[in-house]
């Protein structure tokens, strides 16, 4: 059988010994200031772009709103509490508490609720289908966000001077072409500036509305709940709408989460409320202040904070505030491609490390491309941020439904909340985001589709990925010969042995890889030392090096040697081997050889799948990364055993 990590759940007192370390240290001082400016660039660059389109979407867009003095109340009302409810309290304050060992985003989210379903095996499904689908939907949101920030940040051109109109499509589709051809050198060099120049926008945006309050300051009333309120009663069903729009202003606030891994709770939370929180508001409150002044700005409010001088300096600052958050959006895919191979739901894809010191700067070219004609699609397809905004956020919305459903999980399992408790909040987190999921819905036959369609493609790859390695399994193993049993034969009838070492691969430690069977029937020899490995994937990020690896001696020159990792972490089977020599396995890589067992598959009526995914899994499995690239094996010392399998 091709070598394929086996995924398990780690025992609790490991869990809670690796939660603990987990938070040992938290940053402080200059220390914590420096981590909170890097975070600027990652963690906040998507919801700090939204100033460019949210607003004007709302009194510009397809289910705009006049421009009257009670709407813009109503709708600054509306994302002054938004920014509050959704952002700093769901997520900065109750769910970036749930982390995975320090590691946040949604199949983290999905690995912590999943032991709640223990003694409830039908629930368990469930709970791994909405990890499984939210993630899905990430990608679809990765193909949006760059597309609609950077065109709309080059749209300030068309405001600067009409000549520039014509060719915003052309320098849209230039930028984007050009980002995504960096991406194979890495996020190092560029993420050195990545928070100074978002600490620069930042500053911008807080700057560029205080100088409108300061000419409306009467815009500062739309604090109170009450206009907001009063913007559904006067507005009815178009002002429920308006709530699509209004939910721009929040998209990237999972990304706080995604993203806790790198720099902790504390450097985002005194980011967002430091900084980022202010300056947005600022921003929001400025435009609404134009607004009531010049209620005409509404088609583009946002360069029109700017005096005319200012006008190309903040298209360019935009612009490279844009490619920062797209930037975080590109590295964010790769990444959770990365876990989706790790946890079993991907096929093995060609990851490669950008940077010796970082080990989270990947990257994956087939992703990479992927998300560059997707991108250059949707911008030629919309034409304008406004079109694309009519597919931005259905994408996102039903994300955190799915992360309120995990996290209500998670109260239960983990925290043992009781169920009325933790009704109440999730309950009151869900009529947030059902609110908007149903204001974003209607912009499906819009655009919406595209996220969906999206979402659900990928959802079919990673169920099918992952159902197909199970029947694979256990097609193989019903026919596979008890080790205990091969080894007893063995003793009894011992082949001719040779010098060296041999190492078979195998997910089921208890019986005979395949791979030794066909070598043995075919060689008949065996190596003097043979060792017997499995990879064991933990739903976890990382697994501490004390429980890395697990020898076992059989007789009989016989090892078997079990490796863990989590799913941020990459296999290394050379190095695990060189370090199991302080286990007292020795082993010369010039004079050891890898059996590896390849596949080839056949779609057939057997019970399992039906046949249209069995055929996609074996065309999956076919184009899948080797497995010697993969574990890092030389290929110079690979030895593959094929076989044909019906499944």
Request: charged share 15%; with cysteine.
């Amino acid at each position: 059988m091709t070598p394929q990590v086996t995924l398990r759940r780690p025992t609790q007192p490991a869990e809670a010994a690796s939660a603990a370390s987990a938070h040992e240290g938290e940053p402080r001082g200059r220390y914590l200031v420096m981590l909170s400016l890097t975070a600027l660039g990652v963690v906040f660059g998507d919801i700090g772009t939204s100033p460019l389109y949210a607003l004007r979407e709302c009194f510009f867009g397809e289910h705009a709103v006049a421009v009257t003095a009670a709407n813009v109340l109503g709708v600054l009302s509306l994302i002054f509490w938004a920014l509050i409810l959704v952002i700093s309290v769901k997520y900065l304050t109750f769910i970036l508490r749930a982390d995975n060992r320090g590691e946040g985003g949604i199949l983290a989210l999905m690995a912590l609720a999943r032991p709640e379903a223990r003694g409830t095996p039908a629930r368990l499904p469930r709970l791994a289908a909405f990890g499984i689908f939210g993630a899905a939907l990430l990608y679809g949101d990765g193909m949006i966000t760059p597309s609609i920030s950077v065109l709309s940040a080059v749209e300030g051109l068309e405001v600067a001077t009409p000549v520039f109109r014509p060719y915003v499509i052309p320098i849209t589709v230039g930028i984007l072409v050009a980002l995504f051809l960096l991406q194979r050198r890495g996020t190092a060099g560029v993420g050195a500036i990545f928070g100074p120049v978002t600490l620069v926008w930042f500053t911008t945006l807080a700057g560029l509305g205080i100088r409108q309050i300061i000419r409306e300051p009467s815009v500062l009333a739309a604090v109170s709940p009450l206009h907001a309120v009063d913007f559904f009663v006067r507005n009815g069903v178009i002002g429920f709408f308006v709530l699509g729009a209004v939910f721009l202003v929040v998209t990237g606030g999972e990304a706080m989460y995604a993203d806790m891994g790198h720099f902790g709770r504390r450097p985002i939370r005194l980011a967002w409320f430091g900084l980022v929180l202010p300056a947005l508001l600022l921003n929001y409150f400025g435009q609404g202040a134009l607004l009531l002044h010049t209620p005409e700005a509404a088609h583009n409010p946002f360069y029109r904070l700017a005096p005319g001088w200012a006008l190309i300096p903040l298209v360019v600052l935009a612009t490279a505030a844009t490619v920062i958050a797209s930037q975080a959006v590109i590295s964010g895919a790769f990444s959770l491609t990365m876990q989706a191979v790790q946890l079993g739901f991907s096929p093995r894809v060609h990851i490669d490390h950008t940077s010796a010191e970082e080990f989270g700067q990947i990257y994956i070219p087939g992703i990479n491309w992927t998300l560059m004609l997707a991108c250059i699609a949707l911008v030629i397809g919309f034409r304008t941020s406004s079109n694309l905004a009519a597919a931005y956020g259905v994408a996102v919305t039903t994300d955190m439904v799915f992360a309120s459903i995990l996290f209500f999980a998670v109260l239960r399992g983990r925290w043992r909340w009781s169920v009325w408790a933790a009704l109440a909040l999730v309950g009151a987190f869900l009529t947030m985001d059902l609110s908007f999921w149903g204001a974003n819905i209607v912009k499906v036959p819009d655009g919406g589709w595209v996220p969906l369609a999206v979402a659900a493609t990928i959802f079919t790859l990673m169920t099918t990925w992952k159902r197909g390695r199970g029947i694979l399994a256990r097609r193989l193993n019903s026919t596979s010969i008890p080790f205990d049993a091969f080894l007893e034969g063995l003793i009894a009838h011992p082949p001719v042995r040779v010098p060296g070492t041999a190492v078979f691969m195998t997910g089921n430690p208890g019986a005979t890889p395949p791979a030794l069977l066909h070598n043995l029937k075919h060689n008949q020899v065996l190596h003097e030392q043979v060792v017997l490995l499995t990879v064991v994937m933990e739903e976890v990020p990382h697994v501490p090096r004390s429980r890395r690896m697990q020898l076992e001696e059989l007789g009989g020159g016989f090892y078997r040697l079990t490796a863990r990792y989590g799913y941020m972490e990459e296999p290394d089977v050379p190095k695990v081997l060189t370090q199991a020599g302080r286990l007292g396995l020795h082993t010369d890589l010039m004079r050891t050889t890898f059996f590896l067992g390849r596949e080839h598959l056949i779609a057939s009526r057997k019970r399992g799948m039906a046949l249209w995914r069995e055929k996609l899994f074996a065309l999956l499995t076919r184009n899948a990364t080797s497995a010697t690239a993969f574990f890092r094996i030389p290929p110079n010392r690979v030895v593959e055993m094929g076989m044909q399998i019906e499944i």
